[in-house]
């Protein structure tokens, strides 16, 4: 008799299946709305938009904020009128924990920010506007929690420390004002997870 050809279990390096495409990042459209201390005279607040692209342990953020105007003045007569705009570029190392509803993320963000500081003369003979320069490094931790898989809200610490200070001085009055070195905003924010 012909001895019939053993056969073998192929190993687990022989077993080629289709190839494996690499999760894309998820992308989250979001708000936010920070109270903010600095660089404005008074307490501001601050109202904007942002784009996360999330990584496992790490996302990217896109924001634009700005807030109304604040007012510089003396005891009576003219005052300068200053509001902030900005744009922000942030990396964000996070670390995921808890699961299901007490599914949460920890972030660390460090970025910058660059934008326009506005300020307009009022109540003086001719009324002019000038826009000066904002750039600002920041860092600040943020707490996330997901109650679905779409949703996220949070909270964030910011910490900016202005790089170019605008100032502004009223012609022929004795006023002016100079943006404060650091800025400190308490930020709240929801997104909506997009893919």
Not at 28 to 49: F, H, Q
Not at 56 to 82: Q, T
Request: hydrophobic share 45%; charged share 20%.
């Amino acid at each position: 008799d012909r001895a019939m050809p053993s056969m073998k279990q192929p190993g687990r390096d022989e077993v080629q299946g289709p190839p494996r495409r690499p999760n894309p990042p998820g992308v989250e459209l979001g708000a936010r709305l920070a109270a903010a201390w600095g660089p404005t005279p008074d307490p501001a607040l601050l109202v904007g938009a942002a784009v996360r692209v999330q990584w496992p342990a790490f996302e990217l953020l896109l924001a634009l904020d700005g807030g109304p105007r604040r007012r510089v003045a003396g005891i009576s007569g003219p005052a300068i009128d200053l509001r902030l705009a900005t744009a922000t570029v942030a990396g964000c190392p996070t670390l995921p924990f808890g699961s299901g509803r007490r599914r949460g993320h920890l972030s660390l963000c460090a970025g910058f920010e660059g934008g326009a500081m506005i300020g307009t003369g009022f109540g003086t003979p001719v009324t002019r506007t000038v826009v000066q320069p904002w750039l600002a490094a920041l860092i600040g931790p943020s707490l996330t929690w997901s109650p679905s898989r779409r949703l996220r809200v949070g909270a964030a610490i910011d910490l900016a420390a202005s790089l170019t200070r605008p100032a502004f001085v009223l012609d022929g009055y004795a006023l002016g004002f100079r943006a404060a070195a650091t800025t400190v905003r308490l930020r709240i924010f929801f997104a909506l997870r997009l893919r």
